[in-house]
């Protein structure tokens, strides 16, 4: 029997990366879930066989239609959509948290279900006893022809967790997932190619590009003015991996096919910016 695999911003690189994995895997044909199915994205869903039907993650009703059937559901928000259009982190915050649970709810209400994916973060605020809190978990390029990275921060202590090139490197963690049943468990999967250190990162891009960068450190006051709302967020999940633990299943534990993932080299030669 072939299954109803539904894939939740279908037209986003996330949903693309999860299509892929599911057609590799093989025995599923595909629903993509989008608000604009009359996009070109989702008219090039439609050229690929893929089911494209309107759904809304705020709509919990809309969820509930479009998951019927379903046998395998991937769930994604977009926090930094709402944080741009609100301009209030915690008007994003709670928007996306109830988003979730639409998405939750939803998925719970479909009985012919058996995997469901949501891409999420770690709560920080959770996992650091209080002492964090990450808007986006919890719920530039000058004329003068180089990079300038502007923070509060010092960023050769700022090491962070990268999937890399998403289109692709998504794709492996989605297989492995589908070949342990014990996922299904609610554990959080660790969708990484490494762990690499900012300044390493902005020098390999910077090396990409030709060009060069300068970090310039200020105060928590000047940074906060020069990016509102942005940079509080930056500290935040700065913080968050520098201070808070979290539990989560490792790409070697799941048995990831590193083969076919691209280094973070490769992914910073193909990131348009």
Sequence with gaps: MTKTATVVGATSNQGAAVIDALKKHGGYKFRGLTRRPESDAAAALKKQDVEV????????????????????????????????TSEDADKAMDTEIQQGKNLANAA??????????????????????????????DSKDISAGKYVLVGNFDPSKINYPTIGDIRKNLVPFVEAILDKPEMKKGAMVVASIGTFNVVDMLRKLVRARGKDFEFIETSSETYYKLFPLWAEEGSLSNQAWTDAKYPMVLPDELGVDT??????????????I
């Design 53 to 84: 039907v309107r759904a809304d993650v705020n709509d919990y009703a809309s969820l509930v239609s479009a998951f019927a059937g379903s046998h395998f559901i991937f769930g994604v928000t977009n926090f930094f959509e709402l944080f741009a």
């Design 108 to 137: 719970e209400a479909t009985p012919t279900l058996e995997h469901y994916v949501w891409s999420n973060l770690p709560g920080a605020s959770v996992k650091s006893g209080g002492k964090i809190k990450v808007p986006h978990y």
């Design 259 to 272: 083969g076919s993932i691209a280094s973070l080299d490769d992914s910073l030669d193909a990131l348009e």
